[in-house]
């Protein structure tokens, strides 16, 4: 027997620490772990104890013989990952240093603008520090980020991840202030006056746009997830759902949460904490089939192998691939390809179903005052300077759609008076202290950390690592009197 990691795993790496047989890899201090989509439990070391069990605050790992036939497939994705060759792991999971605070006259204070999984995982770690206070600043009327308006609402137990930040807020020294939007409510020298350091975890609040003709006829994930999820910017929105096939164009996780709200019954939904006006939206939507078009080839699908497994275990939906999308990746293996290829051309006769395609760049949205479909250029693979690009090979298909949404990434905006890169939709930093691109000089006082410091990527666990990081720098500056005491009191 063993315990098993499932795919609500938000790779915040606390069984790491509760795991007294540093069976769970790989951990913060390993260099996989950054890149990894999971954490995952050795068969062959588990020692059955369940300390990871109460550590884990999204119910991820289950005992081996409590996993039901939807989650039996991560039995095997644990074990595989130690069937690779792995460097041997120390018998003890590694300690963190914890934070060692000088003493000052004033202990540190410091406001942290946002308050989703990075700027709720920096407070932690800020309030580590003896007599530390920390205000909060929330533009929205509710706290934590998209752990609360992106997260799925099926995705119940990631969800939980809620009450982990409740027990981070109920801490001393730590001060909620919802509804106040830094640069508009309150300045950032205003804040700067008050604290020791702002440190701003922002996150990545706008979203890649596709450039063809046609593109303002779709709508963005990010629109419809905030749909579905009640963010008061977007409870309006009303999306045509009237048509029989909808088109998600990209295949991250974000496009298989939607296509999987979007072929979900509704009387499940209606179990959940889904935005009412959308549920009700979804009762009336004659969807059918959703299609989810990848640019490039199926090895370098970005939705992950743990994702996959969830969407094939939802009732009433055929998720399928045609065979020939598959051509492409005959001669490889690895993640989630052995899975899709059980996929090709399946189907069971269920009323809706999502079909994954392949080797699609769109090139133009087809329609007038409202999208009819999508013309896309037929892709071959080609390795370019060690990645793999899509190159069109002249062919076009069209396919059509009443509702066309783009799923092609998340994107930082700039933070008034800061420097921006916009490359890369992020703030230029280094270990989250700000830096000016002219100088590269740090900008005094002034932090970043989770999306907003490295870009629209991982999971929410990952923001603990980024924001530890962060918080490290920014007491290394108190310590050595690099940031001035806050000559306001209020
Ligand atoms: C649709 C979607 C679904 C996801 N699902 C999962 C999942 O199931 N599991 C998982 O592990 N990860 C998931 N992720 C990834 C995870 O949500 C992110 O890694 C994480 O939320 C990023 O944290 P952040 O703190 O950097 O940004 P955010 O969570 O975006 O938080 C930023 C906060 O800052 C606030 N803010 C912005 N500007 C200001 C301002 N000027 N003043 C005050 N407040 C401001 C925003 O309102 C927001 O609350 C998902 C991501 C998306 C987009
Ligand atoms: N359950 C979960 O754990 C969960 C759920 C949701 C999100 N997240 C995380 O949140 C992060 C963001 O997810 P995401 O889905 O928004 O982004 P993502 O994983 O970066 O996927 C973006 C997709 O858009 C495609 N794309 C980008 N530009 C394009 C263009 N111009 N034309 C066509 N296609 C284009 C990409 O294709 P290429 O690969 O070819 O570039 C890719 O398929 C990810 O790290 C994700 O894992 C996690
Ligand atoms: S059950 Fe115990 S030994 Fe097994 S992974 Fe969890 S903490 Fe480690
Ligand atoms: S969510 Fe965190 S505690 Fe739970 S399994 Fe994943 S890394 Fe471990």
């Given at each position: 027997m063993t315990h098993v990691v499932t795919q609500s795993c938000c790779n915040d790496a606390s069984c790491v620490h509760a795991c007294p047989v540093n069976c769970i890899h790989p951990t913060p201090d390993e260099p996989d772990f950054a890149t990894s989509e999971m954490l995952y439990i050795d068969p062959a070391s588990c020692v059955d104890c369940g300390?990871?069990?109460?550590?884990?605050?999204?119910g991820a790992i289950v005992p081996h013989g409590a996993l039901d036939d939807a989650r039996r497939p991560f039995l095997t994705i644990n074990a595989d990952f130690y069937r690779r060759p792995r460097p041997p792991a120390p018998i003890l999971a590694?300690?963190?240093?914890?934070?060692?605070?000088?003493?000052?006259?004033?202990?540190p204070r410091v406001a942290i603008v946002g308050s989703?999984?990075?700027?709720?995982?920096?407070?932690?770690?800020?309030?580590?520090?003896?007599?530390?206070?920390?205000?909060?600043?929330?533009?929205?009327?509710?706290?934590?980020?998209?752990?609360?308006?992106?997260?799925?609402?099926?995705h119940r137990s990631t969800r939980q991840i809620a009450e982990q930040f409740d027990t981070i807020a109920r801490q001393d020294g730590f001060r909620l202030h919802t509804g106040v939007e830094v640069g508009r409510d309150v300045t950032h020298d205003d804040l700067l006056a008050r604290h020791h350091a702002v440190l701003y975890a922002v996150g990545a609040a706008s979203d890649r746009r596709l450039d063809v003709p046609?593109?303002?006829?779709?709508?963005?994930?990010?629109?419809?997830?905030?749909?579905?999820?009640?963010?008061?910017?977007?409870?309006?929105?009303?999306f045509d759902l009237a048509h029989r096939r909808a088109v998600i164009v990209g295949n991250g996780n974000v496009a298989l949460d939607v296509a999987r709200i979007l072929t979900t019954d509704p009387d499940v939904l209606a179990d959940t904490d889904i935005a009412r006006p959308a549920l009700e939206a979804l009762r009336?939507?004659?969807?059918?089939?959703?299609?989810?078009?990848?640019?490039?080839?199926?090895?370098q699908s970005a939705f992950t192998l743990s994702e996959l497994v969830g969407l094939l275990s939802v009732p009433g939906v055929d998720v399928t691939v045609p065979a020939e999308d598959l051509e492409s990746a005959a001669n490889e293996d690895g993640g989630a390809l052995p899975l899709l290829r059980t996929l090709a051309e399946r189907g069971s006769g269920a009323r809706r179903r999502i079909v994954l395609r392949y080797l699609l760049t769109p090139e133009?949205?087809?329609?007038?005052?409202?999208?009819?479909?999508?013309?896309?250029?037929?892709?071959?693979?080609?390795?370019?300077?060690g990645t793999v690009r899509a190159v069109p090979t002249g062919e076009r298909e069209s396919v059509d759609a009443g509702l066309v949404l783009t799923s092609i990434g998340y994107r930082g905006r700039p933070v008034p008076g800061l420097p921006f890169d916009?490359?890369?939709?992020?703030?230029?930093?280094r270990l989250g202290r700000v830096v000016d691109p002219a100088s590269g000089d740090p900008v005094p006082g002034v932090y970043v950390a989770g999306w907003i410091k490295r870009g629209p990527t991982g999971f929410i666990g990952t923001n603990k690592t980024c924001a530890r990081e962060t918080v490290r720098a920014l007491i290394e500056d108190y310590n050595n009197d690099r940031l001035p005491a806050p000559h306001l009191t209020r």
């Open positions: 300390a990871c069990i109460t550590a884990c605050p999204v590694p300690v963190s240093e914890p934070l060692r605070v000088r003493p000052r006259p004033e202990p989703g999984p990075a700027a709720m995982y920096a407070a932690d770690e800020l309030l580590t520090c003896p007599g530390a206070r920390v205000d909060v600043y929330e533009r929205l009327p509710f706290p934590y980020g998209l752990a609360r308006t992106g997260v799925a609402p099926d046609g593109a303002s006829l779709a709508a963005t994930a990010t629109e419809f997830v905030a749909w579905y999820n009640g963010h008061p910017d977007h409870a309006d929105r009303a009336a939507s004659r969807v059918e089939e959703v299609v989810v078009a990848g640019r490039r080839g199926p090895a133009r949205i087809l329609g007038d005052a409202r999208a009819t479909g999508v013309e896309f250029a037929r892709n071959e693979l080609a390795l370019a300077e916009d490359a890369t939709g992020t703030v230029p930093n």
